[in-house]
């Protein structure tokens, strides 16, 4: 089983993330749109996982998520891994709404928390997104000027307060998740 942990998007963002990024792709072969139902933003990547340890990797979890009240954020601005120029990922921003850290922290505890059951923290750097598109090949000039927009597009603000573990469906390719486990952040 491959999972990761993450923080789904409620359904009004969802679907102004999703209308975006197919008036990106408007046909264009080389962008590959995610179903709306699976935008969400990935907090710790955990891989292929034995499944007699979804038990303990749920308790760890609510660890995580107990000491984290619910985090309120805006969804600002395109961006692009590996780079602008080189863009294989485009990503929608996640910004905290409080300058307080609650996402980073939490993306700690969870480090924290799961690390004893043999999944390592991330070594990169968080950088808070959503996937709204996989690039195969040169996209069309539409998606570069989204990149180097001077104002950047804000897709609306929300509270997130569920904490997921999801599993990544090998039976569908290349997109398709399911919720294994929820927890309430806050406890």
């Given amino acids: 089983m491959r999972t990761f942990v993450g923080l789904r998007c ?20 080389v962008l590959k749109v995610p179903p709306i139902e699976d935008l969400h933003t990935t907090i710790h990547f955990l891989g292929n996982t034995p499944q007699t340890e979804l038990g303990e990797i749920g308790k760890a979890l609510e660890e995580a998520a107990a000491g984290t009240p619910p985090i309120d954020v805006t969804y600002r601005g395109y961006g692009a891994f590996p780079n602008a120029e080189r863009p294989r990922v485009l990503w929608a921003g996640v910004e905290e709404d409080e ?3 609650r996402l980073t922290r939490l993306v700690e505890r969870v480090g924290e928390a799961l690390e ?4 390592p923290p ?11 598109a996989r690039i195969r090949g040169r996209p069309h000039e539409r998606v570069f000027q989204a990149l180097s927009a001077p104002e ?5 603000s929300e509270t997130l307060s569920e ?15 399911i919720d294994l486990t929820t927890v309430e952040l806050g406890g």
């Fill in 99 to 101: 300058d307080d850290g």
């Fill in 116 to 119: 004893p059951l043999g999944f």
């Fill in 122 to 132: 991330e070594r990169r750097r968080f950088h808070a997104h959503v996937t709204l």
């Fill in 163 to 177: 904490l997921k573990l999801i599993l990544s469906d090998p039976a569908h390719r290349p997109y398709h998740y």
């Fill in 10 to 29: 409620g359904p009004g963002i969802r679907k102004r993330l999703h209308e975006s990024a197919l008036d990106l792709k408007r046909g264009e072969r």
């Fill in 152 to 156: 950047p597009l804000e897709w609306g």
